[in-house]
Every structure is written in C-alpha cells, then in structure tokens.
C-alpha cells in the first residue's frame, strides 16, 4: 500500500489521525487542519475562516451548526475548534449522504453574501444563523419529513402540515407492514409513497364533497399499483367449490359414469379415448400424402427430375395417435376436388383416403 504524508508537516497519514474527504482522503493530518483554520482565522475572523476551510478542505458547512452565542461558550472560544465542528457535522448526519457517500463543500452552504451580509462580520453571521433557525422552526414537520413526502400541496387547496406528514408516515408504516420480510428497494418505496399521498387526497376530496375527483384518483392509485405488480390484476374472485358441478364435469368427460368412479383399467381407456386418441385435425390422411407428394414434384421440378406418380412408403405419415378422420365426408370430399388433390390409394367403395386409415376406422367405430 502507498504511503501518504501530510502535506504541511510530512507525518504519516492513518485512519487515525486523518479525515475522509468526498473527493478521497485528507492531504493533511488533523492537527494541521486545525493550524490552517486558524491561520484563517487569525487574519480573516472566525466565522469566515471557517467558510474558507470547508471550501479548502471540501467540507459542507452548516451554519445552524454553530452555537448561536459566540461568547464563552460558543463557537469563537473552543478548542480545536475545527476538529469541533468536524465532530459536529458527522454528528448531525450531514457528513453522508443517504446513499452512503459522503458529503462535499458543494452540499451546504456556499454563497458568501447571503451567509455574512455584505460587510463579513462575525455580527451578520450570527444574524444568519438566527433567521435561519426562525424559518426552519416555523416550517411544517421535520427535516427528514419534508425531504422524503416533499413540500409540495397534496392536491390543490391541500397544503402540507405538520399533522399531514405525520398522517403520511403512519399511512406509509401500515402499507409497508404487508412487506415484512421483504426487501423494499427504491422504486416501490417511491411507488408507496406516491401511493399514500394519493390516498389522503381521497380523504381530502371526500370530505368537501367532490364524487368525481374521488373516483379519478381511486383510479390512478389501482392504476400504479397493478403497473409496478404491487397487486395482483383483474385477479378473479375463487368461486365455491360445488361438488355436483364436479361430477358433472367428470361424467363429461367420461371418467365417471352415473356418479361413481371407473376402475383403473376404464380410466385409462376413457382418458386414451376421449383425451389421446380423439381427431384433431378435421380431414383424412390421404390430403396429407397428397400435399407432401405436391411439395416433392414442385423440388424435383426445379432439379429437373421425373415427376412422382405416387408417394414413396417412407414419405407417408403414419397416424400413429388417431389424430386424422377416418372417413372422408361429403364436405371434405368437395374441398379435396376444389384443391385439385385426388387421392393416392383409394379403397374400395366411397372412401377416398389410405386402406390402413380407413381399417383403424372401421375398428374404431366397431369398438
């Protein structure tokens, strides 16, 4: 590991006696920190030497941080008094970000004029720091209320209070308690929430009366929830199981007859017969022979090769699972000569489709 020195003493730099910095780790050691504070404050005055510090240093300055009193036991008469405010600062939460990163001068409080007044004295400082902290108490909730649900109207003529943020948290606690053991990531808190705000709108809207604006949002709330699958759409209700609706649909399908159960053996064959075996394709065998020895002359064709006059035996699909008729209808015997396919083999009498078809037919129907 590279060894880092401090850049104005030269000690060695640790974890102990050095600070992390968001844009990496402290090129000077604690103790020197403190010695360029007060550098800055020998010839500039306290306060702003601690603006320039977090500006050297990349640190976020928080003027409410500061004790309002500068005298004996304020800011101006502590010890190590940049150390302090370090302290003070990670203390308050403000050293990291919610994501983890840590923050940066750029974070807090940057614009020189507006934190000391034009003349930069300790005065207008402490002036700040006062008027701040009045307008931070007379805003609604708490700081991590208004940073999570915003400062935003709930809906129009529905500004926020401090009694709405805490409606909120205790809506988003009751939606969230159905996640137990779960983990939340950021889009579905971000979807509760939005959903919360929504449903104390519809408090809102019930409450002065407006039937139209209620059902809007009831639903724009079921709309987000079924986008993000937070609930389960067009779920249909489960229906109570009847018992003779059951045997009824069992006797249809032939595995019970007059309400009692088939034995092993039926069972199979009325699964085989009525599920396996049953046609599937409404035309005979011989259409599809026909239509393969079609597809051969149209490649010999272009091979320039002698026609077939009859289908090879390897070629011919065999109707292995009864999926295929029998016996030819009069229907399909018009559609067979309006496509212009005459048959391969026909049998004997009306039938026009394959001898072994027609045989399986014939057992068929015997059985």
Not at 201 to 224: E, N, P
């Amino acid at each position: 590991m590279e060894e880092r020195r401090c850049a104005k003493c030269g000690i060695e730099l640790t974890e102990e006696n050095s600070y992390e910095r968001a844009d990496g780790i402290s090129r000077y050691c604690v103790e020197c920190e403190d010695r360029i504070y007060m550098e800055f404050a020998e010839s500039n005055g306290y306060s702003i030497a601690l603006w320039m510090a977090c500006a050297k240093f990349n640190v976020r300055l928080e003027p409410l941080l500061i004790p309002e009193d500068f005298g004996t036991d304020g800011f101006a008469y502590r010890d190590s008094r940049w150390s302090w405010y370090n302290e003070a600062l990670y203390d308050s939460g403000k050293y990291v970000k919610e994501n983890g990163e840590l923050t940066g001068f750029k974070d807090g409080a940057t614009m020189l004029f507006r934190i000391f007044g034009k003349e930069l004295t300790e005065k207008d400082f402490s002036r700040y720091c006062r008027v701040e902290r009045e307008r931070m108490a007379k805003l609604p909730g708490t700081e991590e209320q208004r940073t999570k649900w915003g400062t935003m109207p709930i809906w129009k003529g529905f500004d926020v209070s401090t009694q709405v943020y805490d409606e909120l948290d205790r809506a988003y606690e009751a939606r969230t308690s159905q996640y137990k053991g779960q983990t939340i990531t950021d889009q579905i808190e971000m979807t509760l929430r939005r959903v919360c705000k929504l449903a104390l709108a519809m408090d809102y809207l019930q409450s002065i009366g407006d039937a139209h604006g209620l059902d809007k949002v009831q639903k724009s709330i079921d709309s987000i929830m079924a986008s993000e699958q937070l609930r389960k759409k067009d779920e249909k209700p489960v229906e109570a199981l009847r018992l003779d609706a059951l045997v009824d649909a069992m006797e249809k399908a032939g595995v019970m007859e007059e309400g009692k159960l088939l034995n092993c053996e039926q069972t199979i064959q009325a699964l085989e017969k009525n599920f396996i075996c049953k046609p599937k394709y409404h035309g005979t065998i011989d259409v599809v022979d026909q239509s393969i020895m079609d597809m051969m002359n149209s490649m010999r064709a272009n091979a320039d090769l002698f026609m077939l006059n009859e289908l090879p035996e390897e070629l011919m699909v065999e109707d292995t699972y009864g999926e295929f008729d029998g016996i030819e209808t009069d229907d399909q015997r018009k559609r067979r000569k309006y496509a212009g396919l005459m048959p391969l083999r026909p049998a004997e009498g009306e039938t026009k489709c394959r001898p072994d078809t027609q045989e399986k037919a014939s057992d068929t129907q015997k059985s």
